[in-house]
């Protein structure tokens, strides 16, 4: 069992104009193995801001509170240090990464993680596995990383990494953003996989969407308004907020 503390979070981003704006106003969270947490909230209120600062995004500086994974200071670590530590992110816009095979990706996140290679025949065996329940072609594993990949295709393979790296605790940055109907139900399955492995990882979901929700079912679901928690509760906030929507909370911001 691991625990990802988040206490009191404040991060600022710099501005255009050589100034600072703060974001994320005093957030607390906890997320145990095993379990779901959507955060939900308006555009603009500090989703994708909280994810890059526990991955660790430079353009994003923490001013107070403190992140912690099974009482390590995640906020001490370098990206690549949090990612061994057992952090994942799977991010909003995938970026491309020209003249890298996606074969040749996973296998060396996966080698960096573990701090060895993986048995090259286990390996094979694991990816097309994972690529079959993703419902992707074997020749994806040939294509240069997100390059000319379809908003689809670039969440599958977000899940894919997710599947093969078996981080601790995964965030997922507006997964089904840019999904239909039919990928939206693989890539949840693919989470639901890993979630139902013995990796057992903790999973914050972060969505302005219920839709994603009748598939990937939260243990808590928490409102997030104005760089903070405004309300937490079970999955029945949610279908609250798919009837009343944001603006209760935005009046009291």
Excluded: C
Aim: aromatic letters at 6%; hydrophobic letters at 40%; proline letters at 4%.
């Amino acid at each position: 069992m691991s625990t990802l503390e988040i206490r009191d979070l404040h991060v600022t981003v710099d501005e255009a104009d050589g100034g600072t704006k703060e974001i994320l106003r005093g957030v607390d969270l906890t997320i145990a193995s095993g379990e779901v947490h959507a955060i939900m909230g308006p555009n603009g209120s500090g989703k994708s801001t909280l994810a890059y600062s526990i991955a660790g995004h430079p353009k994003y500086t923490v001013t107070g509170g403190s992140v912690t994974l099974d009482g390590a200071d995640v906020l001490e670590m370098s990206v690549d240090e949090r990612a061994r530590a057992g952090l994942f992110l799977a991010m909003q816009y995938p970026v491309e990464v020209p003249g890298v095979t996606v074969s040749n990706f996973l296998r060396t996140a996966k080698t960096a993680i573990d701090g060895e290679a993986p048995k090259l025949r286990t390996w094979v065996k694991d990816v097309k596995q994972a690529m079959d329940g993703l419902r992707m072609d074997p020749s994806f594993a040939e294509r240069n990383v997100n390059e000319h990949f379809s908003g689809g295709e670039k969440k599958r393979h977000e899940i894919l990494q997710m599947e093969l790296l078996k981080p601790k605790f995964a965030v997922l940055d507006e997964t089904d953003s840019g999904l239909d109907v039919d990928a939206l139900k693989i890539v949840s399955e693919g989470v639901n996989r890993a979630l139902a492995g013995g990796q057992n990882p903790g999973v914050l979901l972060i969505t302005h969407y219920t839709r994603i929700l009748r598939y990937i079912k939260p243990d808590f679901v928490h409102v997030f308004v104005d760089g903070r928690v405004a309300e937490q509760g079970g999955p029945e906030l949610a279908d609250s907020l798919e009837e009343t929507g944001y603006d209760r909370f935005l009046a009291k911001a």
